[in-house]
């Protein structure tokens, strides 16, 4: 069972992808795992052929306990002498073909319900926490959900508090002109049906990604209380979850894609991550952070460094203000950034050199 | 299609993209941003699915007529055929 965070002690397998004899390679998605943050995609960490599968779906192992045999890529996820995963008494494994929402599974492994037996009606036929809770007789206990948002809750807050406690912060603004980001999304967009359409936030991900190449101090974790740059930008999108909480997926190679890639990549993991479904890599691979609050919100946000990481850049709501431009005052657009930065990485001077990098690069979109 | 057709059409779009909302308390009058959780990736979506079922296809420009529930029905109710 793969660590997806600093504060998990085991996971509980939803349901395996793979089967006895299936080739899998490294970043193959084996199996669904649930934590307090959410349904996980577990990824494999090596290349190998599936000998043997060592939890059933239903089951709860601690991390470390070896998940799965691999032939030619040994055991995934743990020393071989780890103890054997314990069954959860009297559950059933989900079935993985039936559309639910993570609150409905729940339910149901807790109600001992088959999701395939109950009739769904949410989105697209989803089977919902309600009516596995109908199809149970009132025979799942209340507050599920409820219970799902506190440890939600208190993951989180044990995450922030820890970032809070040991990364010594430090926090930079500035404003952008972003009238020709939004011109340039304007044209793109035109003619464009909805799927194929670009959001801001793309360009502004992007932006950080390739300032962040050039000042590599604010990309990267610190190990064992040390600063160590990463040459791969892995950019982490903050996604407010439905029904609360918020996760920070990782965009990989954000700053080696063109503006359609990263606006199809963000649709895909938000999408994902909005329902609560995250792939094990996404959790443990970001090297820095963007916390963009779109549209409708406030003007300014100044975020927690996702600890190992060492920055955060914040991107308020696009607003109008009043500028000033070859001495006249104008209305335009504008974006307030922000970062957050770790004294043991860099400081101002080359915190506000990344940052300006950044603001350049909206206001000359064209290098996006 | 009639403005009660294009309402459901639009709250069913919705329901896909956010399961948690109840049709029956939507309130068709109120801000849909107001009273639903969906960010501008989800409204995307939205109108992805209404491209689909409907064939209109809302321009850019054409965001801030969705306001209300009873205003995109409106929108959508315009421009469908038949």
Do not use: C
């Amino acid at each position: 069972m793969p660590s997806l965070g600093a504060d998990m002690e085991s996971g509980l397998l939803v349901e395996w992808r793979i089967g006895p004899g299936d080739r899998v390679s490294r970043g193959d998605v084996i199996a669904v795992v649930e934590t307090d943050k959410g349904v996980i995609e577990a990824e494999a960490f090596v290349d190998g052929t599936v000998e043997q599968l060592l939890v059933e779906p239903g089951a709860r192992a601690d991390v470390g306990v070896p998940i799965v045999r691999l032939a030619g890529g040994g055991e995934s996820n743990g020393p071989a002498a780890a103890k054997p995963a314990v069954p959860v008494d009297g559950s059933e494994g989900a079935s993985p073909r039936v559309r639910a929402t993570p609150g409905a599974r729940r339910a149901a492994e807790r109600a001992g319900v088959d999701l395939a037996d109950v009739a769904g009606s949410g989105g697209r036929g989803a089977v919902t926490e309600a009516d596995v809770e109908r199809a149970a007789g009132g025979a799942t206990p209340e507050g599920d959900e409820e219970r799902r948002r506190r440890a939600l809750r208190r993951s989180i807050a044990a995450l922030m508090a820890r970032s809070k406690r040991e990364i010594p912060h430090y926090y930079l603004a500035h404003t952008v002109d972003m009238t020709a980001a939004l011109a340039l999304v304007a044209a793109r967009n035109a003619g464009r049906p909805p799927g194929e359409r670009l959001v801001p936030t793309a360009l502004v991900l992007r932006a950080v990604a390739l300032a962040a190449r050039e000042v590599p101090e604010v990309n990267g974790t610190v190990v064992d209380g040390g600063f160590v740059a990463n040459e791969r930008v892995n950019v982490g999108l903050a996604v407010a979850m439905r029904g609360g909480g918020v996760v920070a997926p990782a965009i990989a190679d954000v700053d080696r894609m063109d503006l359609e890639e990263v606006m199809s990549r963000v649709r895909e993991v938000s999408g994902r991550a909005r329902r609560g479904l995250l792939r094990s890599s996404e959790i443990t691979d970001g090297t820095i952070t963007l916390s963009a609050l779109g549209d409708r919100s406030v003007e300014e946000v100044h975020g927690v460094i996702f600890h190992p990481q060492v920055a955060l850049v914040g991107a308020g709501s696009i607003l109008e203000r009043p500028w000033v431009r070859d001495g006249r005052v104008e209305i335009v657009p504008t974006l307030r950034l922000s970062l957050a930065a770790d004294h043991r990485a860099s400081d101002g001077r080359r915190g506000g050199a990344f940052l300006v990098r950044v603001a350049r690069l909206l206001e000359s979109p064209e290098e996006l | 299609m009639s403005p009660d057709e294009a309402l459901q059409v639009f709250v069913a779009a919705l329901t896909e993209v956010a399961p948690e909302v109840d049709a029956a308390t939507l309130d068709p009058d109120v801000d849909l941003f107001a009273q639903v959780d969906i960010d501008s990736m989800d409204l995307l979506t939205v109108l992805e699915i209404l491209r689909e079922r409907t064939g209109v296809d809302v321009p850019e420009d054409d965001y801030a007529a969705l306001a209300t529930p009873r205003l995109a029905a409106a929108y959508l109710a315009e421009r469908v055929e038949g």
